[in-house]
């Protein structure tokens, strides 16, 4: 193995570790929003029967709030492991050295794209900052915060992909979807 292999797959390896972190923390802000979501909207139709007032008033801002980290976390889990749409009609054609040259380029786009897309919903935050909810007074930013987070973790997922497609081949793209493979030993 050359110095540049090896640094390369030991790269790769820190890169797939923070993916994994990365994945984690999403799946912990899915649960998390959407089980505080799912409770504020059970109490407020609790409180709309048992104090026969309509409900708690603010309660419609939580969901405004949270549900863009709600997807924002989903959007990146399915970006780290190969759930979101694609067509792969062209690198199903193509012989596994082209194929490799196409999936690294098309994730070196989407890490454009999406860093891009990230960059520019910080901007949009920024001047959103000063919008307030009606009730709880909370900042317009919030959403944008959560786009951001989704463009980055996305661009973040297509890096990882990337090295290991460029590092050991386009079948270890996604390695969720990859076919088990059998005993060598």
Do not use: K
Not at 58 to 79: H, K, M, R, S
Not at 106 to 131: N, S, T
């Amino acid at each position: 193995m050359t110095p540049a292999s090896v640094l390369a797959r030991g790269l790769l390896a820190v890169v797939e570790g923070a993916d994994r972190a990365a994945g984690l923390l999403c799946r912990i802000v899915v649960v998390a929003t959407g089980a505080v979501m799912l409770a504020v909207l059970a109490a407020n139709i609790v409180a709309r029967y048992a104090l026969g007032q309509g409900g708690f008033r603010w309660v419609q801002e939580i969901p405004e709030q949270l549900f863009p980290w709600f997807i924002a976390g989903g959007v990146a889990i399915a970006a780290r492991e190969g759930a979101h749409i694609s067509v792969d009609l062209l690198p199903r054609a193509l012989a596994e050295r082209l194929r490799r040259i196409l999936l690294v380029w098309v994730h070196g786009l989407i890490v454009l794209a999406y860093a891009w897309l990230g960059v520019l919903a910080l901007e949009v935050a920024e001047i959103a900052a000063f919008q307030r909810s009606t009730i709880l007074r909370l900042s317009g930013s919030y959403g944008y915060w959560a786009l951001a987070a989704a463009a980055f973790l996305t661009a973040f997922a297509s890096v990882t992909v990337a090295l290991r497609v460029a590092l050991h081949g386009s079948e270890h793209a996604f390695p969720s979807l990859s076919p088990p493979r059998g005993n060598t030993s």
